[in-house]
């Protein structure tokens, strides 16, 4: 059932025993937020884009999964039961969306928290107990991450542009409060340029799927008050030529080892226009959305999404406007190789490339990222 809240910008609205997600396909014209009870009404939320953005998919399934065993009043295994109970349902969550990685990050931490409760648990509630204060501590931490992005975005960017006393960003998707628990990855780091006085404009593009950009991310900058021009994908290199971008900065869904980044579809290509224009293109990007065990990005899953949201009007929700009968190819992501990645964003700094021009992702991470690699 969806009820109406107030007009915040808040993706994710938890309390212990419930939580509501803010139903972005309805955004900008309609702010309702739908109550999800357990794993399954989050697992369509995921899987139908109520809720998007690698960092949001995860944490509203870790918490979906909080809410459903809170609320469960009927058992009464042993603390084994319950481990097998929350490890089944951690696996069906992360198969709602299979591209960005921090799901299945934030499925494989919490199955070391539940493992790690039953050594010591009376029975099958305590290791509940232990799964929800986990939930919420990555809830919590999302959010100082994010801010920590952020600051190394626009400390980086000043680095490396000082020569502009005010800088021009285009950014794709949506990476801001809608798309994490709270202030953005990407868009994180516009907000801390304009935050210090020194953000000029921010562009953003349209984005398939859904227009996310058009609708989320546009919706964002309006409602903080920073300067914003929306532009067409396609417009994006006529906008570079005439000079009126310094820098490109992008979320991620997925990392892999070395540097190859997934990002929404048209991505690579905003990657392409911005190195013939020798404009550096940033990628920010939680540490949980780096995926060592993959070598390249050759490995991602890419999902394709349904032929409606190309025929259809609304994302595919309204009228048919394409000509019948003719086929789709819709991927919802892309990959940007690395050598076209002037850096990486994270909460612990910034991944910049070596002598070699590759990555040093395994290092940066290994290291536990302690200082800011330039």
């Not at 960017?157 to 798309?179: D, I, R």
């Amino acid at each position: 059932m969806a009820t109406e809240a107030n007009n915040s910008l808040q993706s994710i609205c938890y309390k212990r025993g419930s939580l509501q997600l803010l139903d972005q396909r309805k955004l900008p014209l309609e702010t309702i937020y739908l109550n999800i009870q357990d794993s399954t009404d989050a697992w369509h939320a995921i899987k139908d884009m109520v809720v998007r953005g690698a960092p949001a998919i995860a944490i509203a399934a870790a918490l979906s999964l909080a809410v459903e065993v809170f609320n469960l009043e009927n058992f009464d295994g042993t603390s084994d039961d319950a481990v097998s109970y929350l490890t089944m349902k951690l696996e069906y969550l992360v198969s709602s969306r299979p591209t960005a990685v921090n799901l299945s990050d934030a499925a494989t931490k919490l199955k070391e928290v539940i493992s790690k409760a039953v050594a010591t648990a009376s029975d099958g509630r305590s290791v509940f107990q232990a799964y929800i204060q986990a939930a919420e501590i990555m809830l919590e931490d999302d959010v100082a991450s994010n801010k920590a992005i952020g600051s190394y975005g626009a400390g980086f960017l000043h680095s490396q542009l000082n020569n502009f006393k005010k800088l021009s960003v285009l950014t794709h998707c949506n990476t801001g409060s809608l798309a994490t628990a709270g202030y953005g990855t990407a868009l994180g780091v516009i907000r801390a340029l304009h935050t210090e006085g020194v953000l000029e404009r921010a562009y953003c593009t349209e984005t398939r799927p859904f227009n996310q950009g058009s609708r989320l991310t546009a919706f964002e900058l309006v409602h903080d008050n920073i300067p914003a021009t929306l532009i067409a994908d396609s417009a994006a290199a006529a906008l570079m030529k005439d000079g009126r971008v310094n820098a490109v900065v992008v979320g991620a869904d997925r990392v892999a080892a070395n540097g190859d980044t997934a990002n929404k579809i048209g991505t690579y290509s905003l990657a392409i226009i911005a190195k013939h224009h020798n404009i550096p293109f940033l990628v920010a990007a939680p540490l949980t959305s780096i995926d060592l065990s993959l070598s390249s990005g050759k490995e991602i899953v890419i999902e394709e999404r349904s032929p409606k949201e190309l025929l259809n009007t609304r994302g595919g929700l309204g009228e048919q406007v394409a000509a019948k009968g003719v086929s789709v190819w819709n991927p919802a992501f892309d990959v940007t190789p690395a050598a076209l990645v002037s850096g990486i964003i994270t909460e612990k700094g910034v991944i910049t490339k070596k002598g070699n021009d590759d990555f040093d992702i395994k290092d940066f991470v290994k290291k536990g990222a302690k200082q800011c690699c330039s």
